[in-house]
Protein backbone atom coordinates (compact mmCIF):
# COMPACT_ATOMS: atom_id res chain seq x y z
CA UNK A 1 0.00 0.00 0.00
CA UNK A 2 1.24 3.53 -0.72
CA UNK A 3 2.58 5.71 2.28
CA UNK A 4 0.13 8.46 2.95
CA UNK A 5 0.34 11.96 2.98
CA UNK A 6 -0.41 12.51 6.83
CA UNK A 7 -0.59 16.52 6.14
CA UNK A 8 -3.71 15.91 3.94
CA UNK A 9 -6.96 17.33 5.16
CA UNK A 10 -10.38 16.70 4.64
CA UNK A 11 -13.04 19.01 5.05
CA UNK A 12 -15.41 18.17 7.98
CA UNK A 13 -17.53 21.10 8.53
CA UNK A 14 -17.64 24.28 6.73
CA UNK A 15 -18.33 27.91 7.40
CA UNK A 16 -22.10 28.06 7.91
CA UNK A 17 -22.54 24.94 10.25
CA UNK A 18 -19.36 26.12 12.40
CA UNK A 19 -20.54 29.75 12.95
CA UNK A 20 -23.93 28.01 13.74
CA UNK A 21 -22.16 26.15 16.14
CA UNK A 22 -20.47 29.21 17.72
CA UNK A 23 -24.09 30.45 18.04
CA UNK A 24 -25.47 27.51 19.42
CA UNK A 25 -22.62 27.28 21.81
CA UNK A 26 -22.24 30.49 22.78
CA UNK A 27 -25.95 30.90 23.87
CA UNK A 28 -25.73 27.31 25.55
CA UNK A 29 -22.91 28.61 27.72
CA UNK A 30 -24.90 32.11 28.82
CA UNK A 31 -27.76 30.27 29.79
CA UNK A 32 -26.21 27.60 31.84
CA UNK A 33 -24.12 30.18 33.84
CA UNK A 34 -27.29 32.35 33.98
CA UNK A 35 -29.03 29.42 35.42
CA UNK A 36 -26.75 28.50 37.56
CA UNK A 37 -25.85 31.71 39.40
CA UNK A 38 -30.09 32.13 39.30
CA UNK A 39 -29.85 28.75 41.42
CA UNK A 40 -27.45 30.42 43.65
CA UNK A 41 -25.34 27.38 42.54
CA UNK A 42 -22.46 29.75 41.82
CA UNK A 43 -20.14 31.50 44.69
CA UNK A 44 -21.84 34.62 45.55
CA UNK A 45 -18.48 37.07 44.33
CA UNK A 46 -19.44 35.48 40.71
CA UNK A 47 -22.64 36.30 40.83
CA UNK A 48 -21.98 39.87 41.85
CA UNK A 49 -19.40 40.49 39.21
CA UNK A 50 -21.75 38.74 36.16
CA UNK A 51 -24.38 41.41 37.39
CA UNK A 52 -26.52 39.97 40.03
CA UNK A 53 -29.18 37.50 40.71
CA UNK A 54 -32.14 39.18 39.49
CA UNK A 55 -29.96 39.81 36.49
CA UNK A 56 -28.88 36.82 36.00
CA UNK A 57 -32.64 35.38 36.34
CA UNK A 58 -34.00 37.71 33.66
CA UNK A 59 -31.47 37.04 31.55
CA UNK A 60 -32.05 33.56 31.84
CA UNK A 61 -35.21 33.35 31.16
CA UNK A 62 -35.52 35.76 28.11
CA UNK A 63 -32.80 34.06 26.32
CA UNK A 64 -34.02 30.77 27.07
CA UNK A 65 -37.41 31.49 25.35
CA UNK A 66 -35.91 32.92 22.56
CA UNK A 67 -33.51 30.14 22.44
CA UNK A 68 -36.05 27.75 22.93
CA UNK A 69 -38.46 28.99 20.07
CA UNK A 70 -35.71 29.50 17.70
CA UNK A 71 -34.55 25.65 18.30
CA UNK A 72 -37.86 24.28 18.07
CA UNK A 73 -38.67 26.23 14.91
CA UNK A 74 -35.40 25.69 13.08
CA UNK A 75 -36.32 22.21 13.31
CA UNK A 76 -39.51 21.81 12.57
CA UNK A 77 -39.76 24.22 9.41
CA UNK A 78 -35.69 25.12 8.78
CA UNK A 79 -33.68 23.13 6.50
CA UNK A 80 -33.98 19.49 6.34
CA UNK A 81 -30.12 19.36 7.46
CA UNK A 82 -31.45 20.18 10.85
CA UNK A 83 -33.63 16.75 10.80
CA UNK A 84 -30.71 14.95 9.37
CA UNK A 85 -28.02 16.25 11.27
CA UNK A 86 -30.82 14.94 14.47
CA UNK A 87 -31.42 11.38 12.61
CA UNK A 88 -27.43 11.12 12.42
CA UNK A 89 -27.01 11.97 16.14
CA UNK A 90 -29.38 9.16 17.26
CA UNK A 91 -29.90 6.03 14.52
CA UNK A 92 -27.50 3.53 15.76
CA UNK A 93 -26.81 -0.38 14.17
CA UNK A 94 -26.47 -3.61 15.60
CA UNK A 95 -22.83 -3.69 15.38
CA UNK A 96 -22.17 -0.16 17.32
CA UNK A 97 -22.48 -2.10 20.89
CA UNK A 98 -19.09 -4.02 20.56
CA UNK A 99 -17.48 -0.49 19.10
CA UNK A 100 -17.15 1.08 22.97
CA UNK A 101 -14.33 -1.54 24.11
CA UNK A 102 -12.53 -1.11 21.09
CA UNK A 103 -12.56 2.83 21.27
CA UNK A 104 -11.89 3.01 25.50
CA UNK A 105 -8.38 1.03 24.44
CA UNK A 106 -8.11 3.53 21.50
CA UNK A 107 -8.48 6.36 24.51
CA UNK A 108 -6.16 5.03 26.58
CA UNK A 109 -3.04 3.76 23.63
CA UNK A 110 -3.99 5.75 20.71
CA UNK A 111 -0.70 4.72 19.42
CA UNK A 112 -1.61 1.21 19.61
CA UNK A 113 -4.98 0.57 18.97
CA UNK A 114 -7.76 1.55 16.08
CA UNK A 115 -11.54 2.02 17.34
CA UNK A 116 -13.45 -1.09 15.58
CA UNK A 117 -15.17 0.62 11.94
CA UNK A 118 -18.65 1.65 12.17
CA UNK A 119 -21.07 3.10 9.41
CA UNK A 120 -21.72 7.13 10.98
CA UNK A 121 -21.49 10.53 10.37
CA UNK A 122 -20.94 9.96 14.62
CA UNK A 123 -19.12 7.58 15.70
CA UNK A 124 -21.28 5.47 18.60
CA UNK A 125 -20.16 7.10 21.44
CA UNK A 126 -20.34 10.60 20.05
CA UNK A 127 -24.27 9.70 19.14
CA UNK A 128 -24.96 8.76 23.16
CA UNK A 129 -23.79 11.90 24.42
CA UNK A 130 -25.67 13.74 21.20
CA UNK A 131 -28.79 11.33 21.89
CA UNK A 132 -28.56 12.60 25.83
CA UNK A 133 -28.18 16.19 25.16
CA UNK A 134 -30.93 16.43 22.81
CA UNK A 135 -33.11 14.28 24.92
CA UNK A 136 -32.42 16.32 28.28
CA UNK A 137 -32.64 19.43 26.22
CA UNK A 138 -36.42 18.82 25.30
CA UNK A 139 -36.96 17.53 28.97
CA UNK A 140 -35.38 20.98 29.53
CA UNK A 141 -37.64 23.21 27.12
CA UNK A 142 -40.86 21.68 28.46
CA UNK A 143 -40.51 22.20 31.77
CA UNK A 144 -39.42 25.41 31.25
CA UNK A 145 -42.54 25.58 28.69
CA UNK A 146 -44.44 24.60 31.67
CA UNK A 147 -42.99 27.19 34.23
CA UNK A 148 -43.86 30.13 32.19
CA UNK A 149 -47.15 28.61 31.12
CA UNK A 150 -48.42 27.49 34.62
CA UNK A 151 -51.60 29.27 35.65
CA UNK A 152 -50.84 31.76 38.91
CA UNK A 153 -51.44 29.64 42.45
CA UNK A 154 -50.53 25.93 40.48
CA UNK A 155 -47.64 25.78 42.96
CA UNK A 156 -47.26 21.80 42.98
CA UNK A 157 -46.76 21.65 39.42
CA UNK A 158 -44.44 24.66 39.38
CA UNK A 159 -42.48 22.79 42.21
CA UNK A 160 -42.67 19.13 39.34
CA UNK A 161 -41.56 21.32 36.74
CA UNK A 162 -38.62 23.10 38.71
CA UNK A 163 -37.47 19.85 39.96
CA UNK A 164 -38.00 18.28 36.36
CA UNK A 165 -35.89 21.26 34.77
CA UNK A 166 -33.27 20.93 37.29
CA UNK A 167 -32.59 17.62 36.85
CA UNK A 168 -32.79 17.61 33.49
CA UNK A 169 -30.38 20.63 33.34
CA UNK A 170 -27.42 18.38 35.19
CA UNK A 171 -27.92 15.63 32.67
CA UNK A 172 -27.57 17.88 30.21
CA UNK A 173 -24.40 19.63 31.93
CA UNK A 174 -22.90 15.89 32.27
CA UNK A 175 -23.26 15.26 29.04
CA UNK A 176 -21.99 18.40 27.42
CA UNK A 177 -19.00 18.43 29.33
CA UNK A 178 -17.97 15.29 28.06
CA UNK A 179 -18.59 16.69 24.65
CA UNK A 180 -16.33 19.84 25.30
CA UNK A 181 -13.71 17.30 27.27
CA UNK A 182 -13.55 15.28 23.92
CA UNK A 183 -14.22 18.31 21.35
CA UNK A 184 -11.22 20.50 22.77
CA UNK A 185 -8.62 18.21 21.47
CA UNK A 186 -7.12 17.49 24.83
CA UNK A 187 -6.95 13.88 24.60
CA UNK A 188 -4.09 12.53 22.75
CA UNK A 189 -6.89 10.20 20.89
CA UNK A 190 -8.44 13.36 19.17
CA UNK A 191 -5.36 15.69 19.03
CA UNK A 192 -6.47 18.97 17.14
CA UNK A 193 -10.01 18.28 16.89
CA UNK A 194 -11.36 21.41 17.84
CA UNK A 195 -10.01 22.58 14.52
CA UNK A 196 -13.34 21.38 12.80
CA UNK A 197 -15.49 23.20 14.51
CA UNK A 198 -13.18 26.40 16.18
CA UNK A 199 -10.92 26.16 13.05
CA UNK A 200 -11.00 26.09 9.35
CA UNK A 201 -13.44 23.18 9.79
CA UNK A 202 -10.42 20.47 8.42
CA UNK A 203 -9.26 17.17 9.72
CA UNK A 204 -6.14 15.12 9.01
CA UNK A 205 -7.41 12.44 7.19
CA UNK A 206 -5.59 10.00 9.04
CA UNK A 207 -7.86 10.82 12.33
CA UNK A 208 -10.43 11.17 10.51
CA UNK A 209 -10.48 7.82 9.19
CA UNK A 210 -9.56 6.47 12.73
CA UNK A 211 -12.92 8.35 14.20
CA UNK A 212 -15.14 8.19 11.26
CA UNK A 213 -13.77 5.46 8.30
CA UNK A 214 -17.09 5.04 6.64
CA UNK A 215 -17.89 8.65 6.35
CA UNK A 216 -14.27 9.72 5.14
CA UNK A 217 -14.37 7.08 2.88
CA UNK A 218 -17.27 8.59 1.29
CA UNK A 219 -15.53 11.96 1.23
CA UNK A 220 -12.08 10.73 -0.58
CA UNK A 221 -11.36 9.45 -4.05
CA UNK A 222 -10.35 5.99 -3.69
CA UNK A 223 -6.86 6.40 -4.16
CA UNK A 224 -6.83 8.65 -1.35
CA UNK A 225 -9.05 6.34 0.79
CA UNK A 226 -6.20 3.22 -0.16
CA UNK A 227 -3.38 6.01 1.28
CA UNK A 228 -5.32 6.82 4.38
CA UNK A 229 -5.72 3.12 5.31
CA UNK A 230 -1.97 2.83 4.37
CA UNK A 231 -1.38 4.19 7.40
CA UNK A 232 -3.07 3.03 10.17
CA UNK A 233 -1.89 0.01 12.40
CA UNK A 234 -3.78 -2.56 14.85
CA UNK A 235 -6.74 -3.98 13.05
CA UNK A 236 -9.83 -3.63 14.84
CA UNK A 237 -12.28 -6.60 14.54
CA UNK A 238 -15.06 -5.80 11.75
CA UNK A 239 -18.14 -4.96 13.43
CA UNK A 240 -20.98 -7.42 12.58
CA UNK A 241 -23.94 -5.77 11.43
CA UNK A 242 -22.16 -2.97 9.79
CA UNK A 243 -22.17 -2.51 5.67
CA UNK A 244 -20.03 -4.11 3.65
CA UNK A 245 -17.85 -0.89 3.15
CA UNK A 246 -17.00 -0.72 7.12
CA UNK A 247 -15.85 -4.24 7.14
CA UNK A 248 -13.90 -3.73 3.71
CA UNK A 249 -12.15 -0.81 5.68
CA UNK A 250 -10.85 -2.76 8.54
CA UNK A 251 -10.05 -5.65 6.22
CA UNK A 252 -7.81 -2.76 3.96
CA UNK A 253 -6.02 -1.86 7.38
CA UNK A 254 -2.78 -4.00 7.57
CA UNK A 255 -1.83 -6.20 10.27
C1 LIG B 1 -17.62 25.25 23.91
C2 LIG B 1 -17.15 24.09 23.79
C3 LIG B 1 -17.44 23.14 22.64
C4 LIG B 1 -16.51 22.49 21.94
C5 LIG B 1 -15.01 22.56 22.11
C6 LIG B 1 -17.20 21.71 20.92
C7 LIG B 1 -16.58 20.93 19.98
C8 LIG B 1 -17.20 20.29 18.95
C9 LIG B 1 -16.55 19.57 17.89
C10 LIG B 1 -15.04 19.40 17.76
C11 LIG B 1 -17.49 19.09 17.08
C12 LIG B 1 -17.27 18.28 15.78
C13 LIG B 1 -17.57 16.82 16.02
C14 LIG B 1 -17.59 16.08 14.70
O1 LIG B 1 -17.29 16.63 13.65
O2 LIG B 1 -17.94 14.89 14.73
C15 LIG B 1 -18.76 19.49 17.59
C16 LIG B 1 -19.98 19.19 17.03
C17 LIG B 1 -21.18 19.53 17.58
N1 LIG B 1 -21.40 20.21 18.77
FE1 LIG B 1 -19.98 21.04 19.91
N2 LIG B 1 -18.53 21.90 21.06
C18 LIG B 1 -18.73 22.76 22.11
C19 LIG B 1 -19.94 23.19 22.59
C20 LIG B 1 -21.15 22.74 22.15
C21 LIG B 1 -22.41 23.09 22.74
C22 LIG B 1 -22.59 24.01 23.95
C23 LIG B 1 -23.36 22.46 22.04
C24 LIG B 1 -24.84 22.52 22.28
C25 LIG B 1 -25.49 21.75 23.02
C26 LIG B 1 -22.72 21.70 20.99
C27 LIG B 1 -23.35 20.92 20.05
C28 LIG B 1 -22.75 20.32 18.98
C29 LIG B 1 -23.45 19.68 17.87
C30 LIG B 1 -24.95 19.59 17.72
C31 LIG B 1 -22.45 19.20 16.99
C32 LIG B 1 -22.67 18.47 15.66
C33 LIG B 1 -22.70 19.51 14.56
C34 LIG B 1 -22.77 18.91 13.16
O3 LIG B 1 -22.12 17.90 12.88
O4 LIG B 1 -23.47 19.48 12.31
N3 LIG B 1 -21.37 21.89 21.09
N4 LIG B 1 -18.55 20.22 18.74
Request: aromatic content about 6%; some cysteine.
Amino acid sequence: MRRPDTRQTILRHGPVVRIAHALLALSVIVLIVSGLGMAERLPGQAVSMLGGHVWLGDLHRQLGLVFGVAVAGLMLFGPAAGRRLIRDMCRFRRGDATWFRSFVRYVLAPSRHRPQSHDGRFDPGQRIVFAVILGSAAVLTVSAAALYLAPVGSTSLLAWALRIHVVAAVIFIAALAVHVLVGVGLLASHRNIGRVMFGDGRVKQGLAYTLWPTWTAGQITDSNADAVAGQQHGTPAAASGHTDLARRLDKARPE
